[in-house]
Nanobody, 126 residues
Framework: QVQLVESGGGLVQAGGSLRLSCAASGRTFASYATAWFRQAPGKEREFVTTIMWNGISTSYADSVKGRFTISSENGKNTVYLQMNSLKPEDTGVYYC???????????????????WGQGTQVTVSP
């Protein structure tokens, strides 16, 4: 079993920055992709960004392009999410997720991922 633990969330003013971390432990393996999703109160969980096993190929939701950056440190089994120019609409619980292998499901979809963390709260005040 793989455990994912997110950290780095908190309260920040609009325009500020936060860096989230997702650390994998347990029976870790070379994952196919690792993603960040977020869920605002009363809304569906939505895709934010994903990074492929090579640590190079990435994809972002339009709403965060140019502001958020995903990166990985394979030797530490850790993925980061650098969030800059934060907006109140970025508020939510941020979840890390891992896909074990490639499937026909788009990596922007929740069911492409096999493991999920418990989430970390990000709150952006106006």
């Amino acid at each position: 079993q793989v455990q994912l633990v997110e950290s780095g969330g908190g309260l920040v003013q609009a325009g500020g920055s936060l860096r989230l971390s997702c650390a994998a432990s347990g029976r870790t393996f070379a994952s196919y992709a690792t993603a960040w999703f977020r869920q605002a109160p009363g809304k569906e969980r939505e895709f934010v960004t994903t990074i492929m096993w090579n640590g190079i190929s990435t994809s972002y939701a339009d709403s965060v392009k140019g502001r958020f950056t995903i990166s990985s440190e394979n030797g530490k089994n850790t993925v980061y999410l650098q969030m800059n120019s934060l907006k109140p609409e970025d508020t939510g619980v941020y979840y890390c997720a891992v896909a074990k292998r490639m499937t026909a499901t788009s990596l922007s979809q929740r069911n492409a991922y096999d493991y999920w963390g418990q989430g970390t709260q990000v709150t952006v005040s106006p």
